[in-house]
């Protein structure tokens, strides 16, 4: 029972987790992780595993629940999944119980050890969160992922990448000649430890204007056959890349 009910509970708060973060997910993610967070919750009602119960074992099991449903992009995504993971906790867990008090009429069944939960309730308060969540947060917070211009990028060069964080220009679009692909303008420093010596010598050895004019002095020829020109016009400047 304890295992159905905690498997029940924690798929929904990851569920809807994901759809307010705006995350892509799969179910067998969202099914392991409830499962992995069903299993904690009985292992801790084992007394030699009481230790278990702790706050810092609570975030230990929240932060590798998130963790395994949605994997880590940066430092800044993570915490912003792991942050409206406990706001969803805290409001179905207030639901449930505001749902007991308001509707139980019996003292009794209210012990100092905890709560006597029936299904009622528990389906009332699940049902009672969903419905405050919906309406209070998901056209706030698909609000803010609209206007959201901050994203994780990663680069890959011959095996080797480096991460950044992207600005999201809306205002502008530049694309490749061939192939119609988009560009996306990256701080030389950032690029260094992906790119070959010769390459980053002859980056290093000449100004930026100058680099299209003497691209025949760079010996890196594997990275010269993936190099392509891009015009680009803006205000009161047009140019190549």
């Not at 805290?90 to 308001?102: D, K, M, N, R």
Request: neutral net charge; glycine residues 8%; aromatic residues 12%.
């Amino acid at each position: 029972m304890v295992l159905a009910v905690n498997l029940f509970m924690n798929s929904i708060i990851l569920v809807v987790t994901a759809i307010l973060t705006g995350s892509a997910v799969k179910i067998w993610r969202v099914t392991a992780a409830a499962a992995v967070g069903s299993v904690y919750v009985l292992v801790t009602a084992i007394d030699s595993f009481y230790f278990l119960s702790s706050p810092a074992a609570k975030i230990a099991i929240s932060v590798v629940l998130v963790y395994m449903v949605f994997g880590y992009v940066s430092l800044r995504f993570f915490l912003f999944r792991l942050s409206i993971f406990y706001l969803i906790s805290f409001i179905f867990g207030g639901a449930v119980l505001g749902w007991l008090i308001f509707f139980n009429e019996s003292p009794q069944s209210i012990k100092t050890s905890g709560y006597i939960i029936q299904w009622t309730y528990l389906f009332g308060g699940v049902l009672a969160g969903a419905g405050l969540i919906i309406v209070m947060f998901r056209r706030s917070i698909s609000s803010m992922n609209q206007r959201q211009t901050l994203h994780p990028v990663m680069i890959e060069l011959d095996g080797t990448s480096v991460s950044l964080t992207g600005l999201l220009d809306t205002g502008n679009s530049l694309y490749t000649i061939a192939g119609h692909k988009p560009v996306i303008l990256v701080e030389l420093s950032h690029l260094l430890p992906i790119l070959s010596v010769e390459v980053v010598r002859y980056l290093t050895s000449y100004p930026v204007h100058e680099w299209l004019m003497n691209l025949d002095q760079c010996n890196d020829t594997g990275w010269l056959n993936r190099v392509e020109i891009v015009p680009y016009r803006a205000i009161g400047n047009s140019s190549m890349l």
